[in-house]
Antibody, heavy 118, light 107 residues
Framework: EVQLVESGGGLVQPGGSLRLSCAASGFSFSSYAMSWVRQAPGKGLEWVSTVGTGFDTYYGDPMKGRFTISRDNSKSTLYLQMNSLKAEDTAVYFC????????????WGQGALVTVSS | EIVLTQSPATLSFSPGERATLSCRASQSVSSSLAWYQQKPGQAPRLLIYDASNRATGVPARFSGSGSGTDFTLTISSLEPEDFAVYYCHQRGSWPWTFGQGTKVEIK
């Protein structure tokens, strides 16, 4: 059974940092591009970042220069380092696996809530 | 950035009715489009990938069509569990984007 389990969410002050983790199991993690998608309270989905199987990285414009995505294939774990956090970064952050070579996120974690507030 | 427009924001149907949801892209995404269903408090669920392919375990009443800039998700006969929010998502070019969602509610 495929499982994606996020951790590391919580309350952080504006300007602070937080690192999210996503532990994957049940599939060949190293063969999948992995992504983060977020959802602000009561709002729609927003793509955050993707890391490919070759460790190539991509970011949404609001995250560039502040967020860093990475992966550790030996631990089957995806990370999102978030710096210089703003109130508008408050959201549930989901990790998701990308169907190889296809357009779609096939598996999703349950989400981790990040609240940026003083 | 490619903007995906889903309209209308809310659609009202009775169970058993046919629902047709629209997603329009501001420029061509070829067939690089997916559809997701999301219920309150849950993660999204993949329904359709590559515009027209049903994901594993998705009932046959869900179908996707379109290419380029105009896409459609059709639910042939709404079941009670289908009332939810539906999002389209493109990965035709970076940055990837989502539509703002269409809520399918019970009439």
């Amino acid at each position: 059974e495929v499982q994606l389990v996020e951790s590391g969410g919580g309350l952080v002050q504006p300007g602070g940092s937080l690192r999210l983790s996503c532990a994957a199991s049940g599939f060949s993690f190293s063969s999948y591009a992995m992504s983060w998608v977020r959802q602000a309270p009561g709002k729609g989905l927003e793509w955050v970042s993707t890391v490919g199987t070759g460790f190539d990285t991509y970011y949404g414009d609001p995250m560039k220069g502040r967020f860093t995505i990475s992966r550790d294939n030996s631990k089957s774990t995806l990370y999102l380092q978030m710096n210089s956090l703003k109130a508008e970064d408050t959201a549930v952050y989901f990790c998701a696996s990308n169907i190889p070579g296809r357009a779609g996120f096939d598996y999703w974690g349950q989400g981790a809530l990040v609240t940026v507030s003083s | 950035e490619i903007v995906l427009t889903q309209s209308p924001a809310t659609l009202s149907f009775s169970p058993g009715e046919r629902a047709t949801l629209s997603c329009r892209a501001s420029q061509s995404v070829s067939s690089s489009l997916a559809w997701y269903q999301q219920k309150p408090g849950q993660a999204p669920r993949l329904l359709i990938y590559d515009a027209s392919n049903r994901a594993t375990g998705v009932p046959a009443r869900f179908s996707g069509s379109g290419s380029g800039t105009d896409f459609t998700l059709t639910i042939s006969s709404l079941e009670p569990e289908d009332f939810a929010v539906y999002y389209c998502h493109q990965r035709g070019s970076w940055p990837w984007t989502f539509g703002q969602g269409t809520k399918v509610e019970i009439k």
